[in-house]
């Protein structure tokens, strides 16, 4: 094939046409063919691109011969001596030198992206699951990424969906009925609301589980409004009493109720240490269940990525 920059009639190559109109990416040859002119270019030979690039040489013949039917001109002269570029092939090969080292400029930058984002991780959890299950997580998650921060913030599910909507949070915990609108969600485990009280409690000598309306009836040692726990409970007793006291964490709900002050209705994950030492007591309910799901929480759409996705994979309670 003799050189030529001209169009199609002087261009050497039979059946090459100009792509006109239509999307950029149909019209321009993908970096990876950009990437092989340039070898043929600075290597001289069509096969040693091959072998440098990792791919066969009928393959890169095949490869050129596409990217000069898409551009309309003869980029390449074979000869059994080597590869030669032609004087459209010399002046291609400028434009894609100028191309990847474009792409390899958008791609420092990407990945500087990826590293700032991968340095940190912001999490929202309710009260239950920062307390009793984040730790073993986040010491599972340290081991594979030594070099990520972690931030916690640890409130009520409202909390949560407030802080991830606000892009306060990569990912989020919540343990209540239902996930708060404008999240996607998983389920990662569940959970059992169980009715404690001190061995000193009358109800801790109940021979009989409790009534449900009974339970309803009783003013409790609760969380506050928000939590998922207290939404739990409402809506399996169709209503709750006036709180006996409103705390904002599981520790000091657990504590009041070791204490003395009345009966509280906590994660069985918070209080199996109390239970066995007897500092606490489980009552029985009647005919009411007090299930729930946990769940990670994420902004609608855009799916957990970096740590974030890695300290999803390690939450399975």
Known sequence: MSGGSGGTGDSGVEGLRPTVGGMLAHRVPDLGAL????????????????RELGITQPAASSRIRSMERQLG???????????????A?????DWARRIVEAAEAFDAGAQALRDRRDSRL?????????????????????????????????????????????????????????????????VIGHDHLIVVTSPAHPWARR?????????????????????????????????????LIELSSTTAVKAAAVGGAGP?????????????MRRLVAVPVADVS??????????TGHRPVGPARDLLSLTRV
């Not at 007090?290 to 902004?299: F, T």
Request: aromatic share 2%; glycine share 10%; net charge negative.
């Open 35 to 50: 990437e092989l002119l340039l070898a043929v270019a600075r290597l001289g030979s069509l096969g040693g691109a091959a």
């Open 73 to 87: 001109v003869a980029l390449v002269d074979r000869s059994p001596r080597g590869s030669r570029l032609t004087d």
């Open 89 to 93: 092939g010399a002046l291609v090969t």
């Open 122 to 186: 912001r999490v929202a959890a309710s009260m239950t699951i920062a307390e009793y299950l984040l730790p073993g997580w986040l010491l599972a998650l340290r081991a594979g990424r030594p070099d990520t921060a972690v931030s916690l913030h640890a409130g009520n599910s409202a909390t949560v969906a407030e802080r991830l909507l606000s892009d306060e949070a990569d990912l989020g915990f919540v343990e209540g009925l239902t996930v708060p609108s404008g999240l996607d969600s998983v």
């Open 207 to 243: 021979r009989r589980p409790l009534e449900a309306g009974e339970l309803a009836a009783t003013p409790l040692i609760l969380r506050e409004k928000g939590s998922g726990t207290r939404q739990v409970l409402d809506a399996a007793l169709g209503g709750l009493a006036r709180p």
């Open 264 to 276: 509280a209705v906590l994660s069985e994950l918070a209080v199996g240490e109390e239970l066995a």
């Open 290 to 299: 007090l299930a729930r799901d946990l769940r990670a929480v994420w902004p």
